[in-house]
């Protein structure tokens, strides 16, 4: 009985919980790079700075190149987000991201087209053997399921 009851709780728990897990994992992207200044009541006397990635900052002009970052210029409270390290901002629509791919997809098969008709014969002509390609020589059977022969001559 204590067995079941501590299940049903557990699992109680676990189904409260998911939902916020969830919409915590999955955040567009888009929604990190807004300029918006989020309250934060644990933040205390740090400074709550705006969402802007650092990947938006321009390449020159900064004492820390690297990071695009001033010197003494406060980090971000969520800085492994809005940081130049932190997963890259796309600005493009999927749409055009697959149009993209199939543009590349199409591109290498009309390559793989074109070299597959213009390629050339082989200088030499191909090995036969006679006997139906020593089939018996190789030591073929009547019900192999892979018959033991070489080229036959045609």
Known sequence: MALRTSTRLFNARLSTQRPAIMAASMRAQ????TGEVIEDPQIGDYPNLPRWS???RGP??????QDKRNFGEPVHE?????????????????YK???????????????????????????????TYPYDGLKAELGSRDHDVRTRGARAEE
């Open 78 to 94: 969520e800085d492994e987000l809005m940081g130049v390290w932190a997963p890259d901002l796309h600005t493009y629509s999927p």
């Open 97 to 127: 991201a697959l149009a993209q791919l199939g543009l590349a997809g199409g591109l290498i098969a009309g390559f793989a087209y074109f070299i597959y008709n213009t390629y050339p014969e082989p200088p030499a002509a191909k090995r």
């Open 54 to 56: 650092a990947q938006t």
């Open 60 to 65: 020159f002009g900064w004492w820390d190149p």
């Open 30 to 33: 888009s929604t990190l790079n």
